[in-house]
Nanobody, 122 residues
Framework: VQLQASGGGLVQAGGSLRLSCAAS????????MGWYRQAPGNERELVAT???????NYADFVKGRFTISRDNAKNTVYLQLNSLKPEDTAVYYC?????????????????WGQGTLVTVSS
């Protein structure tokens, strides 16, 4: 399973970006997808997650500014970033909770994308 993230770039404060992350490979299903970020010198932190039932969860620092969504037919998760601030500058990583079936056995696995850099200038 591979996760290919895209959409990062340089934007001025107050601007917007849309990140995409597509999962490819052979698997049974994806039950959770999400975005995390890591700024220089900081630990990786949760930004937003979305379940296969479209239940969403956001970090407090992005509520009202970022929106996570997914297209199950395309195995793709999106993150719309609005009202960007310089402190949003980070590498954004997508994450997928993937399920494999072996007979009747459910095998969950977690995968990470390669990261896409978002830089917000003041």
């Amino acid at each position: 399973v591979q996760l290919q993230a895209s959409g990062g770039g340089l934007v001025q404060a107050g601007g917007s970006l849309r990140l995409s992350c597509a999962a490819s490979g052979s698997f049974t299903s994806i039950y959770g997808m999400g975005w995390y970020r890591q700024a220089p010198g900081n630990e990786r932190e949760l930004v937003a997650t979305i379940s296969d039932g479209d239940n969403t969860n956001y970090a407090d620092f992005v509520k009202g500014r970022f929106t996570i969504s997914r297209d199950n037919a395309k195995n793709t998760v999106y993150l719309q970033l609005n009202s960007l601030k310089p402190e949003d500058t980070a590498v954004y990583y997508c994450n997928a909770q993937v399920v494999f079936m072996s007979g009747t056995v459910v095998l969950p696995r977690e995968y990470w994308g390669q990261g896409t850099l978002v830089t917000v200038s003041s």
